[in-house]
């Protein structure tokens, strides 16, 4: 049984092309849920479940799942989503990081809260975090991001995140030649006792 759940930072979609590849990816990819960030949009023509503090997040799942939001701040967007043909509900947190290292404590802090609530859940984090992780997340600037990756680091240690991995496109961002893998995906270890296998896939990036 294969499901699919979806997070794309749009960066607008407010035009019509971008709002095709949003109905091109649900048909392709026929998702359970959706999470879009950086919509840049304050009236979707979509049906919109739920979006974020500041909309910057914004949430849709297919008509059988039911999904509840237990905590909605700028960054994150947690909830549990249960999905009829699982039986169990799912802890799923969508990310739309601050681009400062400083305005990024408060996520790593709620992430680590998040983690003691999900113990026994099934946990899947996904979305734009806003810095990397390793240095070979990067190429094209010799900048010192050692402290930003740390911070993220640690945090995931704390929260016993677990890094799939990923196939396709090794950068999600950039600019000029600068290239970061900026977005990424990280379960917990109920989500491996849940799903026998977990695939993360970069798609193409596409201008909007």
């Not at 910057?56 to 999905?83: A, Y």
Request: with cysteine.
């Amino acid at each position: 049984m294969s499901i699919n759940f979806l997070f794309w930072n749009a960066r607008g979609i407010a035009n019509a092309t971008t709002r095709r590849i949003i109905r091109r990816l649900i048909k392709s990819h026929n998702p359970v849920f959706l999470a879009i960030m950086e919509p840049l949009s304050h009236h979707p023509k979509m049906e919109l479940r739920f979006s974020n503090a500041n909309g910057k997040i914004w949430i849709f799942t297919d008509k059988e799942s039911t999904f509840v939001i237990d905590d909605d701040t700028e960054q994150p967007l947690h909830g549990r989503i249960l999905i009829p043909r699982i039986g169990k509900e799912i802890a799923i947190s969508a990310i739309y990081a601050k681009c400062s290292k400083s305005e990024r404590y408060g996520l790593w802090d709620k992430l680590r809260e998040f983690a003691e609530h999900t113990e026994r859940m099934p946990w899947m984090i996904g979305g734009d975090f806003n810095t990397i992780l390793h240095p070979r997340d990067r190429v094209g600037s010799d900048t010192n991001r050692l402290p930003e990756m740390v911070d993220f680091a640690e945090m995931a240690e704390d929260c016993r995140l677990i890094d799939p991995g990923f196939d396709g496109f090794e950068y999600t961002w950039a600019k000029n030649t600068l290239l970061e893998r900026l977005d990424r995906a990280f379960i917990n270890e109920n989500w491996t006792e849940m799903f026998e296998a977990t695939r993360v896939t970069n798609l193409p990036r596409v201008a909007s």
